[in-house]
Structures are given as C-alpha cells and as structure tokens.
C-alpha cells in the first residue's frame, strides 16, 4: 500500500518588526500520522537552545541519599511478591524490582547504571541491552501471571525535563490490559489495517520509508526511522517487524539497545541532554510488533523550560521544530 505523505501548509502573513515591519509570512506544516490520523505540526524555530554546554554539574553529581545507587538500592526497594519468583531482577548493571508508586495491574523499576549520572552519549549497549533484558523478565513473568494482560511497555524519563524526578538512570514497565492511550489508539489501527488489507502496517510502513529520506537505518533485525508525523523534538521510531514480545536473551533485545544508544549519541551532538524513551509491546498480537520511540526533551540547564505547552498536554497536538527529512539525515551518520 502507498501511504499519502503530503503536508497540508498553512501561512501566516503579518508587518515584523524584524523587518522593518515589512510585510513577511511563514509557514506550517500540519501533517497526520499515516496510522492513526493525529496530526503534528512543524514550525521552525520555536524550539529555544541555550547557547554553550549547560552547567548542571552541581545537580547531576549529588548522590548523597539516592536509593538507586548501589550502596542503597538492596536497602531502600522494595521486593517482588512471591508468585513473581525472585526478589529483584539481576541483569548486570541493571537491577529491577516493583514500582513503590504503581501505576497499573503490574509496574516496576529498572535501576540501569550503578553509576550515579551518565551523560547522554556515554551510555553503552551493555548498559541497555541489560536493563531491558531486566524489564523483559518482569514482563514476560506478569503475562504468564494473568492472562488478560495484553499490554506492555519499557519507559525511561532522562533528567528533569524528561519527567524524571530521580537523576540516577532507570526505567519503568507497566503491564495491563488497557495500555495507554496511545498505546492502544495505535495498536487497535495497527489490527484495522490488518484485516484490511492482509498486510502488517509496519512491514508496509518500513518497507516504503526505506526510499525515502527519513530512513535512518538498522541494527540487526530493528529498522530505524524518522516518523513522518513526530509525536516530538528530533522524534526516533525503531520497528521489529514480525517479532513478538522477545525473551530477555533474544539477540533483539541488543539490536534495539545499539540503537538507542545510536540515537542518544546523536542527541548528544545536537546539543541535547534530555530524552524520554518507549518500547510498547503487544503479546502474541501479529499487527504490533515491537515499536521503540526516543524524543529529546528541552535542555537540561539551570532554568530550564518546559517544551510540553497547552498544545501536548491539553490539546494532544505535537509541534516539532525541525522536519524528519532533515534530522534523519543527520542521525543517519549514528547508524
């Protein structure tokens, strides 16, 4: 199937003060997600940088007190009940247990460095493949445990802008059987398309963004690319196609960390500090494989500024600043 790639373009004309209030107009791309129809909107230069490195040393390096650090974590977490069948995951670095703060049927925690604080291209493979090698244990024991739970997904908030209360690197899953709203709009159009048109959306989607200029690459068996419609700044999606939910030794789990840590690095270069991260997972559901998404965040300094204005938190709008064509090219050179 062919998908419509064409941006509706919206221009707005007024006398700026810029110009010697000579008349100028600009432009907006409004563009829906070929999927699910939401739409996002790419308006250049509404995204503020701060000039130079961000000192953030004084925050990022005080550890004193913090419970994922390795000399607490045992201490100050708490353990799984029995029917899970360890106390805490284990998986090098990386250490799991549940969620003091749940937010569903089953939710837990993946501390994912001992150090403290990792820059944002310092972190490595190992670190990833480990730390969803954690959270893959926990969600494939939470879906032998109840049967009604369909979905799963492996979340990261990175420093404060992000959402992220804790400095020290960590994950969080949640497993249920409603997901989130995204989650399921994207899963339950994933199946329509399906049974439409006896195809999976995602093979379809990859297959024709390889021949265009928002194809980033691959890392084994997960393709990387830049989203048509980004849900947010310099937006990266990663697909598995035809994988299920993976075992936390399957080779996937490391072609999907060596892409993050691709785009991280690539983050890193643009002068960014801040990410969130999801993988969202459908069990036993061959419309939805594995789909990984990583957004940077505003950057991280002293008075930083929040990038989620009234348009993404009351009006479920994405406004991005850069188009996908453009940092696809860029991120590329990571893969």
């Known amino acids: 199937m062919t998908f419509d790639f064409d941006p509706a373009t919206q221009t707005t004309w007024f006398h700026s003060p810029l110009e010697d209030f000579e008349e100028v ?10 999927l699910t129809g939401r739409q996002s909107r790419i308006v250049s230069e509404n995204f503020v940088r701060p000039e130079g490195d961000p000192d953030i040393a004084a925050v990022v390096g005080d550890r004193e007190g913090c419970f994922f650090c390795p000399d607490m974590v045992t201490d100050a ?16 670095e990386a250490t799991s247990f549940p969620n003091l703060n ?13 150090d403290h604080y990792v820059p944002i291209d310092e972190f490595t493979v190992e670190q990833f493949t480990d730390g969803l090698a954690a959270a893959l244990e926990f969600v494939d024991v939470a879906f032998e445990s109840d049967a009604a739970d369909e979905y799963a997904s492996i979340n990261m908030n990175f420093l404060r802008p992000a959402g992220s209360s804790i400095i020290h690197p960590h994950m969080q899953t949640l497993i249920d059987e409603c997901g989130t709203n995204r989650q399921a709009d994207r899963a339950e159009a994933a199946r329509a ?13 990859i297959s024709e963004t390889t021949e265009s200029d928002r194809y980033i690459g691959s890392t084994g068996a997960v393709e990387w690319v830049a989203p048509y419609a980004p849900k947010h700044h310099r937006h ?3 697909v598995a196609p035809g994988v299920d939910v993976p075992d936390p030794t399957d080779p996937v789990v490391e072609d999907l960390a060596a892409g993050i840590v691709n785009v991280l690095d690539y983050y890193g270069s643009a002068g960014h500090n801040s990410f969130n991260l999801a993988l ?25 500024w929040s990038d989620s204005p ?24 990571f893969f």
């Open 25 to 34: 107009s600009v432009e907006t791309e409004v563009r829906e997600d070929p």
């Open 77 to 92: 977490t708490p353990t799984y009940p029995d029917w899970v069948g360890f106390d805490r995951g284990e998986w090098g």
């Open 102 to 114: 749940p937010y569903g049927d089953h939710s837990n925690v993946v501390v994912l460095t001992e």
């Open 193 to 205: 398309y399906r049974e439409e048109h006896d195809a999976s959306y995602w093979d379809d989607a």
């Open 236 to 238: 990266v999606r990663g």
């Open 280 to 304: 969202t997972l459908q069990d036993g559901d061959p419309a939805n494989p594995p789909v990984i998404d990583l957004v940077s965040r505003a950057v991280f300094e002293q008075y930083y």
């Open 310 to 333: 009234f348009f993404a938190t009351l009006h479920d709008e994405s406004v991005v600043d850069v188009p996908p064509e453009d940092y696809a090219t860029e991120a590329a050179a």
